[in-house]
């Protein structure tokens, strides 16, 4: 008996060294591009944290999905920045595919303001373009008690999202009331909550650098994210699992979406810019698909379909992408965060994304997709 336990442990630890030998993280990394190499030779220094999973498809139809993890540490704190859109997103779908009376068009306005929005507008606005404003009308009619404890509901413990973007008192514990006009003249409201006060982080890496700006004076000291969002990699990444593969899960882990609801958010997370309204000369192809297109301002080919949300803030440069092109049946999500900030001062907006962020993005979405490619043949 002790003798095949022992057998089996050794099989064991063959098997795991064998999938960190195997692990196609690992492979893109040693890559010999400038780009890809420049941030691999110092993945502690720029904090670098990556998910890739592999999608099999097999001929019963079942979806097989494989995770390979880089350096993942959920107490590792790294600013989240706008992927906290994606939840916030998802989660308001979600409540509205709830609520009686009102869909996607029903307009709307918070706190009796002069300007009506539709959640189709929002929508569009938040995936296109990373809308703050958007985002946060949508954070208004959840506040985050909700928004944390529907994802917790979900399995997806790791998360604290604390505040709004870039909005006058961020972190304000009372929402602003949501009113909704209906085609028939009724209206319905959501009136204002107020949520828990926010608990200081306490975890890894939580002071960053060693000098920050406020108000205009720089403060000789690390700068403290602790009152910040906090939404780890796994957990962002379990987040678009969840929308691409909801059959890969539990009923209860899925985001209860209806069919025409689910099939406008997938729209609008692969949406183009100039798609959506805006001008492509600012708002080009590859301005919220930093994966393979961030370093360029070209056109991105039509047969390649990026599902994704990305984030940049404080020098953090986040993306988390289901990444399809079904002409070469290339299909992958990959994920992945780095901090750029050489001068280890925040709020000063110098921050090295065009040097060093988006070049390695660009190039590390390109590598796993030609990693596919090579599979394929």
């Given at each position: 008996?002790?003798?095949?336990?022992?057998?089996?442990?050794?099989?064991?630890?063959?098997?795991?060294?064998?999938?960190?030998?195997?692990?196609?993280?690992?492979?893109?990394?040693?890559?010999?591009?400038?780009?890809?190499?420049?941030?691999?030779?110092?993945?502690?220094?720029?904090?670098?944290?990556?998910?890739?999973?592999?999608?099999?498809?097999?001929?019963?139809?079942?979806?097989?999905?494989?995770?390979?993890?880089?350096?993942?540490?959920?107490?590792?704190?790294?600013?989240p920045a706008?992927?906290?859109?994606?939840?916030?997103?998802?989660?308001?779908?979600?409540?509205?595919?709830?609520?009686?009376?009102?869909?996607?068009?029903?307009?709307?306005?918070?706190?009796?303001?002069?300007?009506?929005?539709?959640?189709?507008?929002?929508?569009?606005?938040?995936?296109?373009?990373?809308?703050?404003?958007?985002?946060?009308?949508?954070?208004?009619?959840?506040?985050?008690?909700?928004?944390?404890?529907?994802?917790?509901?979900?399995?997806?413990?790791?998360?604290?999202?604390?505040?709004?973007?870039?909005?006058?008192?961020?972190?304000?514990?009372?929402?602003?009331?949501?009113?909704?006009?209906?085609?028939?003249?009724?209206?319905?409201?959501?009136?204002?909550?107020?949520?828990?006060?926010?608990?200081?982080?306490?975890?890894?890496?939580?002071?960053?650098?060693?000098?920050?700006?406020?108000?205009?004076?720089?403060?000789?000291?690390?700068?403290?994210?602790?009152?910040?969002?906090?939404?780890?990699?796994?957990?962002?990444?379990?987040?678009?699992?969840?929308?691409?593969?909801p059959e890969?899960?539990?009923?209860?882990?899925?985001?209860?979406?209806?069919?025409?609801?689910?099939?406008?958010?997938?729209?609008?997370?692969?949406?183009?810019?100039?798609?959506?309204?805006?001008?492509?000369?600012?708002?080009?192809?590859?301005?919220?698909?930093?994966?393979?297109?961030?370093?360029?301002?070209?056109?991105?080919?039509?047969?390649?379909?990026?599902?994704?949300?990305v984030g940049?803030?404080?020098?953090?440069?986040?993306?988390?992408?289901?990444?399809?092109?079904?002409?070469?049946?290339?299909?992958?999500?990959?994920?992945?965060?780095?901090?750029?900030?050489?001068?280890?001062?925040?709020?000063?907006?110098?921050?090295?994304?065009?040097?060093?962020?988006?070049?390695?993005?660009?190039?590390?979405?390109?590598?796993?997709?030609?990693?596919?490619?090579?599979?394929?043949?």
């Open positions: 008996m002790y003798r095949f336990l022992f057998l089996f442990y050794i099989l064991c630890l063959f098997s795991n060294c064998k999938t960190l030998k195997n692990n196609p993280i690992n492979q893109v990394l040693k890559s010999d591009n400038n780009a890809i190499k420049k941030v691999a030779g110092e993945p502690e220094s720029y904090e670098l944290q990556i998910i890739y999973t592999a999608v099999k498809r097999k001929n019963n139809g079942k979806v097989v999905l494989t995770d390979y993890k880089f350096n993942v540490d959920a107490s590792n704190y790294y600013y706008s992927t906290v859109k994606l939840p916030i997103a998802v989660l308001a779908l979600e409540k509205l595919s709830k609520m009686k009376g009102v869909d996607v068009n029903t307009v709307f306005d918070v706190n009796n303001g002069e300007s009506k929005f539709s959640f189709s507008d929002d929508l569009r606005k938040i995936f296109a373009v990373s809308s703050n404003e958007a985002s946060n009308d949508f954070y208004e009619l959840m506040g985050r008690d909700y928004i944390n404890q529907e994802l917790k509901n979900k399995g997806l413990k790791e998360v604290r999202i604390a505040h709004r973007l870039s909005a006058p008192n961020s972190g304000a514990s009372e929402t602003k009331k949501i009113s909704f006009y209906k085609n028939d003249g009724e209206g319905i409201t959501i009136p204002s909550v107020s949520d828990s006060k926010i608990t200081p982080l306490k975890i890894n890496k939580i002071l960053k650098g060693k000098g920050y700006y406020e108000n205009g004076k720089l403060v000789n000291a690390p700068m403290d994210f602790s009152n910040k969002n906090y939404l780890p990699l796994e957990t962002l990444h379990g987040i678009m699992k969840r929308i691409i593969f890969n899960f539990s009923k209860k882990q899925r985001f209860d979406l209806s069919p025409e609801n689910r099939e406008l958010l997938l729209y609008d997370m692969q949406n183009l810019p100039r798609n959506a309204g805006y001008d492509p000369s600012e708002y080009y192809d590859g301005y919220c698909k930093f994966f393979m297109f961030g370093d360029t301002k070209g056109a991105i080919p039509s047969n390649i379909k990026m599902y994704n949300k940049d803030a404080y020098g953090t440069l986040v993306d988390c992408a289901y990444i399809v092109d079904e002409v070469n049946e290339v299909e992958f999500i990959i994920s992945a965060t780095l901090l750029i900030n050489e001068d280890q001062i925040f709020n000063d907006d110098t921050y090295e994304y065009d040097q060093i962020g988006l070049p390695f993005l660009g190039e590390l979405g390109r590598a796993f997709y030609d990693l596919n490619l090579k599979e394929k043949k």
